[in-house]
């Protein structure tokens, strides 16, 4: 019934701003990612969008068959939720981001290609919706965001069962769990064919992550290589299913709406025909 009560109440703000609404597309998860339907000009693929990522990537393979072999970067117009969206594009090997998708993974979305929107961001079922502006709400939860080098964040703190964190964490739609910056981080006893890098199976266990005036015991995490400075880590989906959210870029601010108590890790759910 909180869970009903609660979507309830986000689907009333949502319809009081109709006006001021985009457009909105099906989204779902792989691998702890969220992901999305995309065109990049006429090319239709799909992309993980991953607001911890400062700028936008194509696949190597994608750019090759849409003949940008010989280029690092392409600018074009991406079309999402609606949206036509002037992107700019890093051409790089993704091979090691699209691991363990059903289906081949086109690029990333990263904060810039959505920096002037407002992103409203539901995950059961998964919607994401793009906002040239949003109206003002009351009663949710309301955080500051600060930008660290171009990667939208928040304040958290993370404890390891003896000793404590806290610092500025990435707002990660591109991975499970907890990652946690390898410059500020080590984990012990894992076995030696684990990888503590992984995204969607984040291999070992925090404590406890603390922020927004809730305290989550036992997160999943993982290490993290090249956050930058000034990023203790990323908050990923597991912890971002428990809320529906809305990341207002233009004023730097983060609205969320507890969804319960318990939180989960989502399964990969692809909705059928996309």
């Not at 849409?66 to 594009?89: F, H, K, P």
């Not at 171009?150 to 990652?179: E, K, L, N, Q």
């Amino acid at each position: 019934m909180r869970r009903l009560a609660a979507a309830l109440a986000f689907a009333a703000v949502s319809a009081a701003a109709v006006s001021a609404r985009a457009g909105e597309t099906r989204c779902w998860f792989d691998n702890g990612a969220v992901v999305v339907s995309a065109l990049l000009g006429d090319h239709a693929g799909d992309f993980i969008v991953d607001l911890s990522q400062a700028r936008s990537q194509l696949h190597v393979t994608t750019a090759q068959t849409i003949g940008l072999a010989d280029a690092s970067e392409t600018q074009g117009v991406l079309t999402l939720a609606g949206e036509r969206i002037a992107a700019r594009m890093t051409i790089a090997d993704l091979d090691d981001r699209g691991w363990g998708f059903p289906t081949g993974i086109d690029g990333v979305i990263g904060a810039d290609g959505l920096a002037g929107y407002v992103i409203d961001l539901r995950f059961s079922p998964c919607r994401l919706t793009l906002r040239q502006r949003a109206p003002r709400t009351t009663g949710f939860i309301a955080l500051p965001v600060t930008m660290v080098e171009g990667v939208p964040s928040v304040a958290a703190a993370i404890f390891d069962g003896a000793r404590t964190r806290t610092g500025r964490f990435a707002i990660d739609t591109g991975a499970a769990g907890v990652r946690i910056s390898a410059d500020h981080a080590r984990f012990s006893r894992l076995e030696a064919r684990v990888d503590p890098l992984l995204r969607d199976k984040p291999p070992a266990r925090l404590a406890a992550l603390s922020f927004a005036g809730r305290t989550f015991r036992g997160p999943r995490a993982g290490l993290q290589i090249g956050a930058p400075p000034g990023l203790l880590g990323g908050i990923g989906t597991d912890i971002w299913s428990g809320y529906a959210l809305r990341l207002d870029l233009p004023r730097r601010r983060l609205t969320l709406m507890p969804l319960g108590a318990a939180v989960s890790a989502p399964r990969s759910a692809r909705p059928g025909g996309s």
